[in-house]
């Protein structure tokens, strides 16, 4: 990954305890690429809405809640900060061959209904955030230049704010590491699909 997102992320997070990361190449200009990453919506990826219908059961049972989605025209980007993921950063055109943006979110993720996040005034609140029995998370997804080419990276990486919190998101990451991997690839693809088109 570009230092640049790289240093964002070791810095807003520090040490992780669990990480992914993905790439694709994409045949187009990065700004392209990076206008169809700020524009792509929840309906584009293709996996997102049946593994988030999954994920929500449990909580949708208890309450008695019908499943929803995101608004079908709204970008991703906008719908997760509708949902309580905080922007730690965003490069608003690519410079130099390359462009990222970083959000954070905290909370009990592990948890089938208790897992509302946490709600940040910014982002030092967030950086300075140590509530036991929590996790932090933040992700990234940055467009880089590689000639006629452009290599989209996401990487996501999560930390427990003790060791109550590591071992109950171990548990859970056994459970979501593979969709999780599932539905960051079909978001590439939908970007690739959108700049290509």
Not at 46 to 69: E, F, H, I, T, W
Not at 102 to 122: D, K
Not at 131 to 151: D, H, N, Q, W
Not at 173 to 197: E, K, M
Request: glycine share 6%; with cysteine.
């Amino acid at each position: 990954m570009c230092q640049n997102a790289e240093r964002h992320l070791t810095k807003i997070l520090g040490e992780a305890d669990f990480s992914e990361r993905h790439r694709r190449v994409v045949r187009a200009p990065a700004a392209r690429v990076w206008d169809a990453t700020l524009a792509v919506t929840p309906r584009e990826i293709r996996l997102l809405a049946p593994l988030m219908a999954v994920r929500s059961l449990p909580k949708r049972l208890q309450q008695g809640q019908r499943s929803s989605s995101p608004t079908v025209g709204t970008p991703i980007l906008e719908a997760f900060q509708a949902q309580g993921f905080l922007e730690l950063h965003r490069d608003p055109e690519v410079v130099d061959g390359g462009a990222f943006v970083v959000y954070g979110v905290a909370g009990r993720f592990w948890s089938p209904t208790h897992n509302q996040p946490v709600s940040f005034a910014g982002r030092e609140a967030f950086v300075a955030y140590e509530e036991p029995a929590m996790a932090k998370a933040v992700f990234s997804i940055e467009v880089v230049e590689r000639g006629e080419l452009t290599e989209i990276i996401t990487e996501t990486r999560i930390a427990g704010t003790d060791s109550a919190a590591r071992r109950a998101f171990a548990r859970y990451w056994l459970l979501i590491r593979g969709p999780s991997g599932l539905i960051r690839r079909s978001w590439l693809a939908a970007i690739d699909r959108r700049a290509i088109a």
